[in-house]
């Protein structure tokens, strides 16, 4: 999951403008500091608690604390004088390398430039599921949960836990009184735009839990993500395999031949619990499906074949040749013999000390410098599947942003939250313009003139010692990887462009091969985007019922088929018992979840 948000967080590098000036970021007016930072403002009304902090607007609808201007008047959030005791607390999902929010930019930003008061809890992505059960268990919940989206490590607030802990257990507000073109005028702008956000964020009661992030079709950056390394391909005679059979013959020249002479080859590197290749094999079985959705493209999640939804565990003769191969793979040592337990650390070691052919993941975050030595993989095809088939890209997501129903100050939460839906929503995701005051002394994003066109790039001369990519630069430094927003739309990246970085014309895109972001892009590109077909919907609500019953089935059956198929994969059970296992898991309830998905596919595919 790590290396899928790399995509994510640099996706602006292969969205290039055609530029008729460039002035690295002092070029645009910079927002007024509110005085005094936000713990404490001098003179004026320095008090908000009780009365004013519920004194309206002339309207009459909002906080008089809160500044409803728009463009250059944007900021203060909270105005100069006023919300003195105005406190938001935040409970924020990072990665490892995410830096502390008094220190990262963003922080600093929200407290000099929004004059907002936060206290934040930071927690790992992968303690997310555990604390977030804890909060509302106890009912203890910060105003604001940010970055809680489900995904690969943890199930967050996936549309399952927006239903139970919104539309059944009443603690999550409801946005949409909130959704103005006053108070979220950005935010009100996109659901008039774009119908389908504000869709995919409305919950069956007709309620608004979670924010949503909504972005361009990203092509390429979301096709096949394992790389070859093409050296090796040529060392062993072989083109980039097009088939199951192919990919499998691979590996094993790349066992053979050894091409960096290291004696201890690992072919493929991928992890079942860090870069899982599972996904890849069940598409080589025909299987439409993902690894961004909590499943992560597993054997028990949701999927399309032949255009039709299945969960491929309800199938035991795919289900069963799935394991097969998967076994294969580990019987021969063509993956990791740690494939269940292996880390990041682990596996990211084999792609830097050349012991691996094939990565599971975008290469160059690991710091290698030949980078542009790797190929993404094509979609496979196989004896039970004649046609290469990608799941599409798809650009809406929920959950990412969250407000506590007993949140005191809920304007105010949904103002900031409306920061990262216009221009200065991109700033919010990748930083400051350089050299500019708003930087505060980061080292800043700029525009850079490659091949006589221009595109974003950043000051690597001003990462801290030690920082050698621009992922980590970015979560160490400049934001937690904000996982709500319109921040990839095209016109709010040319709204930002034009206001901070001076540009004229729109961004166009283009790929830059000397960069290794545009690079990996280029080769998903052509290897992956033909083959793009209907995919099961990222985001969809049940009733409570059905929610509830879904959940129960799945907290019992997805760890228990993760466990057996380690177990069979490493011989600990035997295969000759697969069929009293198929008869397990009916018993448990997977031939009900399958239909419960096969209905949502029927109504996806009715609207």
């Not at 003179?43 to 009365?51: A, F, I, R, V």
């Not at 030690?466 to 921040?487: H, K």
């Amino acid at each position: 999951m790590v290396r899928k948000i790399l995509a994510l967080a640099v996706a602006g590098l292969m969205l290039i403008a055609l530029l008729a000036a460039c002035n690295g970021g002092d070029s645009a007016s910079t927002p007024t500091p509110a005085s005094g930072g936000n713990s404490s403002s001098s003179g004026g009304d320095s008090s908000t608690s009780g009365g004013d902090s519920a004194s309206t607007e002339d309207n009459g609808r909002w906080p008089s604390y809160i500044n409803l201007g728009t463009g250059d008047d944007y900021y203060p959030i909270v105005k100069e004088g006023q919300g003195g005791d105005v406190v938001l607390t935040m409970a924020i999902s990072q990665p490892s390398n995410g830096g502390k929010w008094e220190d990262l930019w963003i922080g600093k930003f929200a407290d000099r430039y929004m004059n907002i008061n936060f206290e934040v809890e930071q927690i790992l992505q992968t303690a997310v599921d555990e604390r977030m059960a804890l909060m509302f268990a106890s009912g203890d919940l910060p105003d604001i949960l940010m970055n809680f989206k489900g995904g690969e490590i943890a199930s967050g607030l996936n549309t399952a836990n927006i239903v139970r802990y919104g539309q059944i257990e009443n603690q999550l507000l409801d946005m949409t009184p909130y959704i103005d073109p006053e108070l979220t005028p950005d935010l009100h702008y996109l659901f008039d735009k774009r119908p389908d956000a504000r869709g995919n964020s409305t919950a069956m009661d007709g309620a608004i839990y979670t924010l949503p992030t909504v972005g361009e079709s990203d092509n390429d950056a979301w096709g096949v993500r394992i790389f070859v390394d093409k050296r090796w391909l040529d060392a062993a005679g072989l083109q980039n395999p097009r088939t199951l059979d192919e990919y499998i013959a691979m590996l094993r020249a790349f066992k053979t031949i050894d091409p960096n002479g290291t004696g201890n080859v690992v072919p493929h590197a991928t992890s079942f619990a860090y870069q899982d290749l599972t996904m890849y094999l069940l598409n080589a079985l025909g299987y439409v499906t993902d690894d961004f959705t909590p499943w992560g493209g597993r054997a028990y999640g949701p999927a399309v074949r032949n255009g039709q939804a299945e969960v491929p565990a309800a199938n035991p003769e795919l289900f069963k040749e799935y394991i097969t191969i998967l076994k294969t793979l580990y019987d021969e040592r063509l993956i990791p013999e740690s494939f269940f337990t292996a880390d990041q650390v682990e596996i990211d070691a084999l792609i830097v000390e050349g012991r691996c052919g094939v990565y599971n993941a975008v290469p160059y975050p690991t710091g290698i410098e030949d980078w542009d030595q790797w190929e993404s993989l094509y979609p496979l095809t196989s004896q039970w599947n004649s046609t290469p088939v990608w799941r599409s890209p798809q650009a809406i997501s929920v959950g990412g942003f969250a407000i506590s129903a007993k949140a005191k100050y809920p304007e105010l939460a949904m103002r900031f939250a409306n920061t990262f839906y216009g221009a200065d929503g991109r700033m919010m995701w990748i930083g400051a313009p350089m050299d500019s005051e708003v930087a505060m002394g980061h080292a800043g994003v700029y525009l850079q003139e490659v091949n006589g066109q221009w595109g974003e790039a950043w000051n690597s001369d001003g990462w801290p010692e030690g920082t050698t990519d621009l992922w980590t630069y970015l979560m160490e430094t400049q934001t937690p990887f904000i996982e709500f927003g319109a921040y990839d739309l095209l016109e709010n990246i040319n709204a930002f462009y034009k206001k901070w970085l001076g540009a004229t014309t729109d961004a166009i895109k283009m790929f830059d091969l000397d960069n290794p972001d545009s690079h990996y892009r280029e080769s998903i590109s052509r290897n992956s985007t033909p083959y793009f077909s209907d995919s099961f919907p990222g985001v969809f609500y049940l009733d409570e019922a059905t929610t509830l019953r879904l959940t129960d089935l799945e907290t019992v059956l997805t760890p228990y088929i993760d466990e057996q198929v380690a177990m069979f994969v490493t011989g600990r059970r035997d295969m000759g018992d697969f069929d009293t296992f198929m008869g397990e898991i009916r018993g448990m309830g997977i031939d009900e979840i399958n239909a419960i998905y096969q209905g949502v596919w029927r109504a996806y595919k009715g609207n």
